[in-house]
């Protein structure tokens, strides 16, 4: 049987399985999914990498605007833009599009806060929200959506002692949209 969708009614389901893959994957992380943490942190500071070209740089100044959008929305400061968080968000971003695999820690088991330490990012707190979208005209839109369906990722974007934040993205070869935004306290 075959069974025909308007094209809204398939991009509602498609947010409607962006969503629940995300809140299964949050589910399923470790009790650190959201990132949030507390500690006392080096002050040294790294050079960002050169950003990525084409679209995934369009996506990461939407995906940063959108969330202080929704910050300024519910009468919270916008997050500030900190460079030396772009080199962790792209690095962990294009990890995971190498590795075609979502997920909060690195390949090699690291979590946010190891690779803020060993990029020598300074933090008393951190967020990590991770998302990929795929077949989406507005991935950008998308995975916000998503996040914020989602407690934990909701929770970061919202949190107003979070005031720093860097997007990083990646696209893999099929497309697909790998996004990692780092938030931190100082």
């Not at 080096?42 to 050169?50: D, E, Y």
């Not at 772009?86 to 599009?97: F, G, I, K, P, Y």
């Not at 839109?141 to 919202?158: F, K, Q, R």
Request: a positive charge; aromatic letters at 4%.
């Amino acid at each position: 049987m075959t069974v025909s969708l308007s094209p809204a009614r398939r991009s509602a389901c498609r947010t409607v399985v962006a969503c629940i893959a995300i809140l299964v994957l949050a589910a399923l992380a470790q009790a650190d999914a959201t990132g949030t943490k507390v500690a006392t942190k080096p002050t040294a500071i790294r050079v960002p990498q050169s950003p990525p070209q084409g679209g995934a740089a369009s996506v990461e100044q939407a995906v940063f605007e959108k969330v202080n959008a929704i910050r300024r929305e519910r009468g919270l400061a916008p997050v500030r833009l900190a460079s030396d968080l772009l080199t962790v968000a792209r690095n962990h971003s294009e990890e995971q599009a190498r590795r075609n695999w979502m997920t909060h820690r690195s390949a090699d088991g690291k979590s946010a806060g190891e690779r803020l330490d060993a990029a020598q990012v300074a933090w008393l707190r951190y967020g990590e929200n991770v998302g990929l979208v795929k077949g989406y005209s507005d991935p950008a839109a998308t995975v916000v959506e998503a996040w914020l369906h989602s407690p934990g990722h909701a929770a970061n974007i919202l949190d107003s002692q979070l005031a720093e934040s860097a997007v990083g993205v990646a696209q893999a070869a099929d497309g697909t949209y790998f996004l990692t935004q780092v938030f931190v306290t100082r």
